[in-house]
């Protein structure tokens, strides 16, 4: 940048702006006609869209953030990550049968148990470092 004017609320905007044409594109593959409608209280499927979506978006932060060793990238993520899992949790998981449900309890606690570990494992191998 010239002048030494900071790139970090750049990089801030540039992942908001991702963030929001992501759910752009699943409002506007859920939407009919030709206006585009946010219904996050639409059917089960555009619910799980977006609760998929967003959680792919915040482990792909959360990815750029250990590769480039940035704190701020890593807790966006799992501020992102945490209300993924409270939308599942408090909003999606009671639409499912009782199998699915069961099973999707065991999905997201593996999925978490193994996201720790690798968290975890790539900080030892840094020193400890954060």
């Known amino acids: 940048m010239e002048r030494g004017f900071p790139a970090r609320p750049l990089n801030a905007l540039g992942v908001a702006l991702l963030f929001l044409l992501m759910n752009i594109e699943i409002a506007d593959f ?48 799992f501020a992102l990550l945490g ?25 997201l606690a593996i999925v978490l148990i193994l996201g720790s570990f690798l968290y975890q494992r790539h900080f030892q191998s840094r020193g400890g470092r954060s």
């Open 83 to 107: 209300v993924t899992i409270g939308k599942l949790f408090l909003h999606d998981v009671w639409r499912l049968t009782l199998l699915y449900r069961a099973a999707a309890f065991v999905g």
């Open 30 to 77: 859920f939407s009919t006609g030709e206006a585009l409608a946010f219904n996050l209280q639409g059917s089960l499927s555009q619910d799980l869209a977006y609760t998929l979506g967003w959680g792919g978006f915040g482990l792909a932060l959360l990815l750029v953030g250990l590769s480039k060793e940035s704190a701020a990238a890593r807790w966006a993520s």
